[in-house]
């Protein structure tokens, strides 16, 4: 299998037919992972595949991977998310070329929003890293209650409770387009999955 075949896009309507199939492998990515993510239903994939706020890979007719953008605090933050690549096409670098594209996505339609994510997973702190992005705390983020109320259904919900939502297992990261970093500045995706670490420790109340 090479990437070559497949094809990184942005979504258009009628791929609303694979919603199912993305929170399947949303879900099961998370599982295999052992950590947890705000669930999400097919009817929301749907509305994001029909507003233009996604992006999709596809081998053919099938797909082998997706995510997408959403807006919040009136378009001043914007949030990349639901990055998953099908287990059976992964090691081929396709993560990056979604991220990549999703990115642009986020340029395109939100050229002056800070854009943030918000992720457990090491190769999506790699992504973000090469991309510009910085590790920050929360506060840094978006204060959009709604956006903070997709977290309800992460099973480590509580843990972001008992913070007053100033940390929990996810990382936060922010892209600023009018603070781009200097060379040689980008963080370390290493260090700071080590520092969360030890953050929770001495921080978590479990």
Known sequence: MDIKDITVK???????????????????????????????????????????????????????????????????????????????????????????????????????????SITTSLPVMKLNSRMGYKPVTFSELTDDEEFWRGCEGCRNYDILQRNNRRMCLCTGMLYDPKRPLPPGKRANPWVMKVKNGLNRMLHLKV
């Open 10 to 116: 942005f979504a258009e309507p009628q791929e609303t037919v694979y919603a199912d199939l993305i929170v399947k492998l949303i879900y099961e990515s998370a599982l295999q992972r052992g950590t947890g993510i705000a669930k999400r239903s097919p009817e929301y994939i749907a509305d994001k595949i029909k507003g233009g706020k996604s992006v999709v890979a596809l081998h053919g007719d099938r797909l082998v991977g997706f995510s997408y953008i959403e807006s919040w605090g009136h378009g001043d933050f914007v949030a990349t998310s639901g990055l998953i690549v099908d287990p059976e096409y992964r090691h081929l670098g396709l993560a990056g070329a979604i991220k990549a594209k999703t990115f642009e996505l986020a340029r395109l339609r939100f050229p002056f929003a800070k854009l943030f």
